[in-house]
Structures are given as structure tokens and as C-alpha cells.
């Protein structure tokens, strides 16, 4: 079965610093992969989506991700954060023409000032 | 929110109450999901649809029915609700391409 893994469940970091927020996936098919945020109190909203191409996707924010087959990985990545990105992250990947989608158990990023 | 509304957006019920809750879009869009967003869980399906009267069931279907008798509304039904069913509903919509769009969520509540 098709399977999401976010293994921090939470990242501190200081504002200005560089983050990395991972995501791995398993998957024996290909796949459409996506990083979704979550403000507080609120709906997701769509930072970026990997489908085909070049494997450095870049998204809003100032976020980008890096797809690594055969790493099956999905990691998302931005050199300076603010206050304002302190919110909760989900990996998502589908993979069929359902485009169902399958999450991640989601990370949260507290940034601190 | 992509033209996508949910109602209620808050509800508290009773355990064994039924539960309607609505997701409306005015994005003519074909594909309608419901996911159920739990601490540690992420989200997770619980039922989509691909078209008028059709549907499907997703991860986790139990306890749960849905209907959608025009594009723009689908509704998610608890029939007997439980405590276990306490969670916050997003409803998604696709317009068939592989991106989904979020609704603003339901937090329901049943004691």
C-alpha cells in the first residue's frame, strides 16, 4: 500500500534560518507529489507540486522541494523563514487517475523570533 | 478557498444524532472529496465523487454516506453519529487535473 512518512511532527527554527521539513513516500508506481500549509483555523492551501520535469520545484513563500526517485523523497526546503511561515505542512502524493490523495501526518514549523 | 463553502462550519451533537454536513462550490468542477483531519493522522479520504450520483468510497468510509444529486453541492452524511466521528471535515474539488482545492473545514464535535 501506498504510504506518506513526515517524520518530525515539529520543527523549531529560528526566524532567518534555513529549513528542511522531509517527506518520503512508497510507491512501486509513478507518482504526483504536492506540499500543501495550514494556517491556523484554516482550510489548506497548495505551496507546490512536483508531476514531471525537473526534479527542483519551486512554490509560493519562497518554498521549493526536490524530488528524488530513488530516494523516494520529497523534501521541502526555503533559505530564510519569517514568523509568517509558522503554520502546519503536509507531503501529499497521488497516484492514480482518481487523483486521490494520499497525506502525511503533517509537520509543524514554529518559527521563533 | 477556490469558490468551495462548507456548512456548518461549527457543530456539537449528540452521540447517535445524524449529521449532514455540506460542501458547495461554484467552480463547476467534476471531482468532490471529503477528508477527515485527526492529530497524527494528516488527512485521510473518506469518500469522493467523480461526476453526478457517482461515488466512491475512500480510506475510511465506515459510518459514513454521501450523495451528490448536482455538480455543485456534495453531501456528507453521519447516520449514527459517535464520539470516534469528532474531527474536522475538508472538503476538496478538482476539476480533474491532479491539483485539489480546500474548503475552510467543519469542526464537528459529538459528545
Known amino acids: 500500500a501506498q504510504s506518506v512518512t513526515q517524520l518530525d511532527s515539529q520543527v523549531p527554527v529560528f526566524e532567518e534560518a534555513p529549513v528542511e521539513l522531509r517527506c518520503n513516500y512508497s510507491s512501486s508506481v509513478s507518482v504526483y507529489l504536492f506540499w500543501y500549509v495550514q494556517y491556523p483555523n484554516q482550510g489548506l492551501q497548495l505551496l507546490l507540486k512536483?508531476?514531471?520535469?525537473?526534479?527542483l520545484v519551486k512554490g509560493i513563500n519562497g518554498f521549493e522541494a526536490e524530488f528524488n526517485k530513488s530516494q523516494t523523497s520529497f523534501h521541502l526546503r526555503k533559505p530564510s523563514v519569517h514568523i509568517s511561515d509558522t503554520a502546519e505542512y503536509f507531503c501529499a502524493v497521488s497516484m492514480d487517475s482518481s487523483y486521490k490523495l494520499i497525506f502525511g501526518s503533517g509537520t509543524r514549523l514554529l518559527v521563533r523570533p | 478557498d477556490a469558490g468551495i463553502t462548507q456548512s456548518p462550519r461549527h457543530k456539537v451533537t449528540e452521540t447517535g444524532t445524524p449529521v449532514t454536513l455540506r460542501c458547495h462550490q461554484t467552480?463547476?468542477?467534476?471531482?468532490m472529496y471529503w477528508y477527515r483531519q485527526d492529530p497524527g493522522h494528516g488527512l485521510r479520504l473518506i469518500h469522493y465523487?467523480?461526476?453526478?450520483?457517482?461515488?466512491d468510497k475512500g480510506e475510511v468510509s465506515d459510518g459514513y454516506s454521501v450523495s451528490r444529486s448536482k455538480t455543485e453541492d456534495f453531501l456528507l452524511t453521519l447516520e449514527s453519529a459517535t464520539s470516534s466521528q469528532t474531527s474536522v471535515y475538508f472538503c476538496a474539488i478538482s476539476d480533474g487535473e491532479e491539483t485539489q482545492y480546500f474548503g475552510p473545514g467543519t469542526r464537528l464535535l459529538v459528545l
Open positions: 512536483y508531476l514531471s520535469g525537473s526534479t
Open positions: 467552480e463547476n468542477h467534476r471531482y
Open positions: 465523487s467523480y461526476g453526478v450520483k457517482d461515488t
